[in-house]
């Protein structure tokens, strides 16, 4: 089965703290997102990546960056955290055109 | 990528089948049709695709109408497990991204 595992379940991080998100995936997939998840809003992508070191904005970018070093990992960084970031986080990989598999999330609370 | 129209909730007795339609009038031919869900609190689970002809798995069935306007996802004999938010996607192949509407919260009661 694929395995897409997320750095934490939950996290609670101040104003304007660095933060770092983790996903790592098991499966050799070429390609990896970032979406977060609002209630109300839907699910909206953050960026993506289709290789390492590669990477490209998804519709809500503005306050976060990506780092893919390797390929079975795919960072998200929240460079000085703002309250309007608190919110489910989730990892997404997939090799192909189709199915993307998802981590579990992760909830962040910015206070 | 086309939008899509799903019932806000729908309830399934157990061991029952659960049918969930969605609505996608302006799908384009090369659009295929995806479903996915979420359990409280974890993420998004793939469950099916297809374009044009039905389509089964384990998990269940997809039924594409022939003008490919509609579809329904049924799951045979639902558990309480499958209480869940169904999302149906639709969109081209490739390496586009997802788009979640609201979907449908499906409420499997004993």
């Known amino acids: 089965d694929v395995k897409v595992t997320q750095s934490s379940r939950y996290l609670v991080k101040r104003t304007g703290e660095k933060v770092f998100l983790e996903c790592v995936q098991d499966?050799?997939?070429?390609?990896m997102f970032w979406y977060r998840q609002d209630p109300g809003l839907g699910l909206r992508l953050i960026y993506f990546?289709?290789?390492?070191?590669?990477?490209e904005k998804g519709d809500i970018p503005e306050g976060y960056s990506v780092s893919r070093e390797k390929k079975e990992r795919f960072s998200l960084i929240l460079e000085s955290a703002s309250t309007n970031q608190t919110s489910m986080y989730l990892c997404?990989?997939?090799?192909?055109?189709?199915?993307?598999?998802f981590g579990p999330g992760t909830r962040l609370t910015v206070t | 990528d086309a939008k899509t129209t799903q019932p806000p909730s729908m309830d399934c007795a157990e061991g029952r089948a659960a049918n969930l339609p969605c609505n996608h009038s302006?799908?384009?031919?090369?659009?295929?049709v995806y479903w996915y869900r979420q359990i409280h609190s974890q993420g998004p689970q793939y469950i099916i695709h297809?374009?044009?002809n039905n389509e089964t798995n384990e998990m269940a069935s997809l039924i594409i109408t022939e003008d490919r306007k509609s579809s329904t996802l049924i799951l045979p004999h639902a558990t309480l497990r499958d209480t869940a938010v169904y999302y149906c996607?639709?969109?081209?192949?490739?390496?586009?991204?997802?788009?979640f509407g609201k979907g449908t919260m499906l409420l499997v009661s004993p």
């Open positions: 302006t799908i384009s031919g090369n659009e295929y």
């Open positions: 297809g374009l044009k």
């Open positions: 990546s289709y290789d390492v070191k590669m990477k």
């Open positions: 499966m050799d997939h070429e390609n």
């Open positions: 997404a990989s997939s090799s192909g055109a189709h199915e993307q598999y």
């Open positions: 996607i639709v969109r081209a192949s490739g390496y586009s991204t997802l788009t």
